[in-house]
């Protein structure tokens, strides 16, 4: 028999994970708000820590890349 791992939502007021049991342990951690956010925690206080790093990690990118695009179509026009 096949066995599915059951996923759980979760929120601690300002942000929203989805904690899929992993295979060797603890869960897969991604949030439905968040597409690109993906981590794997131990615990679910870990998957909030992990989480909302990995959040603060993605804003920085994703300005980084707004800017670098703004840059460049500054130049082209």
């Known amino acids: 028999m096949c066995s599915v791992a059951k996923s ?3 929120s601690d007021g300002s942000l929203v994970l989805t904690l899929t049991p992993a295979d060797e ?3 897969v ?3 439905p ?3 690109e956010l993906i981590t794997e925690a ?3 206080d870990d998957a ?3 989480a909302h790093d990995a959040l603060r990690a993605l804003r920085a990118s994703r300005v980084k ?3 670098k695009l ?3 179509s500054r130049r082209s026009a």
């Open 8 to 10: 759980y939502t979760a």
């Open 65 to 67: 890349l707004l800017r």
């Open 70 to 72: 703004a840059s460049s």
């Open 33 to 35: 708000l968040e597409p």
């Open 29 to 31: 951690v991604t949030s």
């Open 42 to 44: 131990e615990s679910i």
């Open 25 to 27: 342990g603890g869960f």
């Open 48 to 50: 909030f820590r992990m």
